[in-house]
Every structure is written in C-alpha cells, then in structure tokens.
C-alpha cells in the first residue's frame, strides 16, 4: 500500500507512471524515500530511475536476513541523485528458498562487488552478474555467514 503523500512525491509518481505494478509500499521518513519494489521489477525500476530521473550514482547494496520470516531476505538498494541532492532506498523482498534477483550491474558497474558481498555472505544470486563469486570468505568456505541460522562456531 502506498500512502497518498509518498504517491506525490516526484520520484514515486514518475515510477508509477512508468510501472503501475512496481511499487508494492512506500514511505517517506526524516527526508528519505523508500520504496519497496517487486523483485520481477526491479532491473526495469532501476534504468528508468537512473536515466529518468538522475539516480545515477549507487551508493551501496546490502541485505537484512529476517530468519525465520518469509519472505526472508530484504536485499536494499542506496541510491543518491547529485543534481536534486537527493536520496532513495528501494527494497525487494525475496524467499528464503529462492533467493534470486536481477543484478544491477549493467546499470551501475559499482554494483558488481556489493552484490559479491551480499552473494557470500547472505547467499542471494543476482542473475546475470558478470563473474558471481565470492569476495570476502575463502573460495572453499561452506555456507553464507551472515544467515540468521548459520552456527556462530560455523560448521565442524
């Protein structure tokens, strides 16, 4: 649901009139938007917003386990536009079992070792990252440590 006052709020409306199904909630909160788009929307979502509305610089990809919750994994997108000096937080919420989501990097080269880091230490894919592999734990290390449910001593 989107509340009316962040319905005209100018990125929000520009978004919709561009993909009335995007946006699934939105709020506006201490001067920051955000927005929770459908994952199946997001890369569409993404090039409209950075080459419509100026969004073009990303300014972090991360992710929220929220074990044992479905849908678990909230994969979160900070994104700054330089000329209105804005900024804009999408959210795509995604199963625990599939935990799957278009990579942004095409759009934004900088999210190529986000998306790393939050594949090797949440487990999400992002489908049609260039070279998906781990960044920060050894190659052979077994399981995506930030998991709600992985063992604090890790696996023996």
């Known amino acids: ?31 920051e938007l955000t ?3 459908s994952p199946e929307r997001l890369f569409p979502a993404c090039e409209f917003l950075k080459t419509k509305r100026g969004y073009r610089y990303l300014s972090d990809v991360t992710a929220v ?21 804005e900024r804009l937080r999408l959210k795509c919420l995604l199963n625990g079992e599939r935990a799957v989501i278009a990579s942004v990097v095409p759009i934004w ?6 998306e790393r880091e939050v594949y090797d230490l949440f487990g999400v894919q992002f489908q049609g990252h260039p070279h998906l592999r ?6 052979d290390w077994e399981g995506h440590p930030l998991r709600k449910d992985y063992p604090v001593t890790g696996y023996r």
């Open 35 to 37: 927005l929770m788009i």
């Open 65 to 85: 386990d929220r074990y044992p919750s479905e849908p678990r994994f909230e994969v979160v997108y900070q994104l700054y536009c330089h000329d209105r000096k």
């Open 134 to 139: 781990r960044i920060l734990m050894p190659e």
């Open 1 to 31: 649901m989107i509340p009316p006052e962040v319905a005209r709020i100018p990125d929000t409306a520009a978004l919709l009139e561009f993909d009335p199904g995007a946006i699934a909630e939105g709020k506006y909160d201490r001067r």
């Open 109 to 114: 080269g900088a999210a190529n070792w986000y």
